[in-house]
C-alpha cells in the first residue's frame, strides 16, 4: 500500500508540474533515443558486413590477379610468369591437404545491349563450383551449371542491377542480350546482392548487382582481354574445410604459386573470415564508442533529475517536517523521493524509447543506412535510465529524510 501510494504521489507531482517534470526529462528522452539509435546502426552495419563477406564465403581464401602496369607485365612474363591459370587451381585442387573445391573466374568490363537499352556491368566467366561456394542464389531462373560450361553455352545470369537496367517490368528469362559481337540467352536473374566496399588485395569496391555471370569455358572462347599480357583468370576461390585451416592452407597455397609463378609476385592471397574479424573488432569499437557517446546524455540526464529533486527538497521542506512529527519515519521519506526520481526517469525512458525507435526506422527510410533494433538496446537504454533515475534521486531523497522534524517546520 505504502508502495502504491507513493508512486500515486510521485505521478500526481509530474501532472502538476507538467513543464517542469517534461524539462528534467529532456536528458533521458534524448539518451535513450540516442543509445538506441546509435546502437540500431551499429547493427545494421554488422548485419550488411556479415550479409557482404558471406557473398565471399567465410570459409574460403581468394587468390587474385594483382594490377599491373605493362611495363611490369612485361617483365613478369620474361620471368617465366603467365599469371594465374586453371592449371594453378587444379594444382591446389590435388596437392593442398584439407581443400574441399576450388573455382576460377575471369573477367571483363564492357556493356550490355537489349533492344535500344544499354548497361555497363563487369561480365565474368565462371566454373560450375563458384555457386556450391558463394552465397548466390537465382532469384528467377536457374544458375550456371556443369552443362553449361561441359558445353560452353552461350548462356548468361544477370545481376539484379543490370535485370532491372534493361528489362525493366519485362521477364527476362529467355530473352537474348548482346556482349560484344556476341548474343546470349538469359537464363537466371540473380538476388540483390550487398555492395562490396572493401579495397584489400584487389578486391575493388563495386556493385556487385551490375555483375553479369557466363560459363568460364564460354567465356575463354567468346571473350578476350584487351592486354595479350594478362593472365588466362584472374581469380581463384577455393573452399577450406574447417576455418580453423585458413592461414595454415593460405601458407601452404602461397608456396605452392611462387614454385608456379618462379617466385614473380604478381597474384594477392585475401582470407575473407580474416577481413570480416577484422572488420567486427573495429565495429564493436565504434559501437562501444557510440554507446558511451549515448551514454553520456543519459548522465546529464540524471543530473537534471537530481537537481530538480534538491530543488523540490527545498520547496517541500515544512511538507516533510510535517510528516515527520505525524510519525512518518525516515524510510517513509526516502522511499516517496525515490519514487518521483524513479517515475522521472521510467516515463522520460518510455518516451525515450517509442523516440528511438521512430529516429530509427526514419533513418533507415529516408537514407541509405541499414538498421537493426535489437531488443536488448530498447532494455539496455531502459534499463539504464531507471538505474541513473534511483542513482541520482537517491542523494536528494537522504537529505530529505535526515532533515530534522523541528528544523523543517520552521523552514520558511
Not at 531502459?382 to 538505474?387: A, E, H, K, R, T
Request: proline share 2%; charged share 25%; with cysteine.
Amino acid at each position: 500500500m505504502q508502495f502504491e501510494e507513493n508512486i500515486r504521489l510521485a505521478l500526481r507531482g509530474l501532472i502538476d508540474h507538467k513543464f517542469r517534470s517534461f524539462l528534467t526529462m529532456l536528458g533521458i528522452i534524448f539518451g535513450v533515443a540516442s543509445v538506441i539509435t546509435m546502437l540500431s546502426i551499429g547493427e545494421g552495419a554488422k548485419k550488411a558486413a556479415i550479409a557482404k563477406y558471406q557473398d565471399l564465403g567465410v570459409n574460403n581464401i581468394i587468390i587474385r590477379e594483382k594490377k599491373l602496369t605493362d611495363d611490369e607485365l612485361e617483365e613478369v612474363r620474361a620471368k617465366f610468369s603467365e599469371g594465374l591459370s586453371l592449371q594453378d587451381a587444379k594444382v591446389i585442387q590435388e596437392i593442398v591437404p584439407g581443400v574441399v573445391k576450388t573455382a576460377s573466374q575471369s573477367e571483363i568490363n564492357t556493356e550490355l545491349k537489349y533492344a535500344d537499352k544499354s548497361a555497363k556491368s563487369t561480365v565474368i566467366g565462371i566454373t560450375p563450383e563458384f555457386v556450391e561456394m558463394l552465397n548466390y542464389k537465382a532469384e528467377k531462373g536457374e544458375f550456371i551449371k556443369k552443362e553449361h560450361y561441359d558445353k560452353s553455352l552461350k548462356v548468361c545470369v544477370l545481376g539484379a542491377g543490370v535485370a532491372a537496367t534493361l528489362f525493366k517490368n519485362e521477364n527476362p528469362i529467355g530473352k537474348m542480350v548482346k556482349i560484344e559481337d556476341q548474343w546470349l540467352e538469359v537464363i537466371g536473374i540473380l538476388k540483390s546482392k550487398a555492395l562490396f566496399t572493401e579495397t584489400v588485395g584487389e578486391l575493388a569496391a563495386r556493385d556487385l548487382n551490375t555483375d553479369v555471370y557466363v560459363p568460364l569455358s564460354t567465356f575463354l572462347k567468346r571473350f578476350s582481354h584487351e592486354n595479350i599480357l594478362e593472365s588466362e583468370i584472374q581469380q581463384i576461390t577455393v573452399q577450406v574445410k574447417n576455418s580453423d585451416l585458413l592461414q595454415e592452407t593460405s601458407t601452404l597455397i602461397e608456396s605452392i604459386l611462387k614454385r608456379h609463378h618462379f617466385n614473380n609476385a604478381d597474384y594477392n592471397i585475401v582470407i575473407p573470415y580474416e577481413l570480416l574479424r577484422q572488420e567486427e573488432k573495429e565495429r564493436q569499437i565504434y559501437n562501444f564508442l557510440l554507446g558511451a557517446i549515448a551514454a553520456i546524455s543519459l548522465l546529464v540526464g540524471g543530473i537534471g533529475i537530481m537537481n530538480i529533486m534538491l530543488a523540490t527538497v527545498m520547496e517541500r521542506t515544512r511538507e516533510i517536517g510535517i510528516r515527520r512529527s505525524i510519525g512518518a519515519r525516515k524510510s517513509d521519506i526516502m522511499s516517496q523521493f525515490v519514487s518521483e526520481a524513479v517515475a522521472i526517469s521510467i516515463t522520460g525512458g518510455l518516451i525515450g524509447v517509442f523516440l528511438g525507435v521512430g529516429l530509427s526506422l526514419f533513418v533507415s527510410i529516408f537514407t541509405d543506412v541499414d538498421i537493426s533494433i535489437k531488443m536488448y538496446s530498447v532494455l539496455l537504454a531502459f534499463g539504464f535510465s531507471v538505474i541513473v533515475g534511483i542513482s541520482f534521486g537517491y542523494l536528494p531523497a537522504k537529505n530529505a529524510a535526515n532533515l530534522k522534524p523541528i528544523d523543517s517546520l520552521r523552514y520558511e
